[in-house]
C-alpha cells in the first residue's frame, strides 16, 4: 500500500503504471485470501454437518430421529412384509411411534422433515424423492 501511497519507505514506484500493477497486486492478493477463507470455512461447516446416518440399518439402530412413510402405500407395505430384520425392526419402531408417523401423503412427510429440525426422517419411493429434492434444496437423500 505504500507504493500507492507513497509512504513507508525510501524505495518507491514513481511511475503511475508501476503503481497500478502494485495496486492490482495487493488487489489480487486480498481476492485471493478471501476466497481462500471463505471456501475455507464453508469446508468445515459443511463437513460438521455430516450426517452419520448412511443406510436403513444406521437409521434403524438409533432412537433420536424418527421416520415414516405414506400410510398404506408401497413403502408401507415393503415394511410390513419385509423377512429382513433390519426392516421388521423399523416397521415395528414406525408402529409404536406417537405421534403416528404414517402419513397421508408425500407432501405432508416432506413438510413434517421441514418443520422437524433433523428429527424426522421420511422414506420415500426414489422418483418421489428426486422430484422433491430438486425444488427443495434443504433436503437430503440418503442411500
Same mark, same amino acid.
Do not use: N
Given at each position: 500500500m505504500g507504493s500507492i501511497m507513497t509512504q513507508g519507505s525510501d524505495i518507491l514506484p514513481?511511475?503511475?503504471s508501476t503503481r497500478w500493477v502494485c495496486g492490482l497486486w495487493w488487489f489480487f492478493a486480498l481476492i485471493m485470501c478471501s476466497s481462500y477463507t471463505a471456501n475455507?470455512?464453508?469446508f468445515l461447516t459443511n463437513a460438521a454437518m455430516d450426517d $452419520?446416518?448412511?443406510s436403513a440399518?444406521?437409521?434403524a439402530m438409533q432412537t433420536k430421529i424418527k421416520y415414516g412413510t405414506v400410510?398404506?402405500?408401497? #413403502?408401507?407395505?415393503?415394511f410390513k412384509r419385509s423377512n429382513v $430384520? #433390519?426392516?421388521?425392526?423399523?416397521?415395528?419402531?414406525?408402529? $409404536?411411534a406417537r405421534p403416528s408417523v404414517f402419513l397421508d401423503s408425500n407432501?405432508?412427510?416432506?413438510?413434517?422433515?421441514?418443520?422437524?429440525?433433523r428429527g424426522f426422517a421420511f422414506l420415500m419411493e426414489s422418483?418421489?424423492?428426486e422430484y422433491q429434492l430438486e425444488r427443495k434444496c434443504g433436503l437430503m437423500q440418503v442411500g
Open positions: 514513481k511511475g503511475y475455507l470455512a464453508a $452419520s446416518i448412511k440399518e444406521d437409521l400410510k398404506k402405500g408401497s #413403502t408401507y407395505f415393503f $430384520s #433390519t426392516f421388521q425392526r423399523m416397521y415395528a419402531a414406525m408402529e $409404536s407432501d405432508e412427510g416432506v413438510d413434517r422433515v421441514e418443520k422437524s429440525k422418483t418421489a424423492i
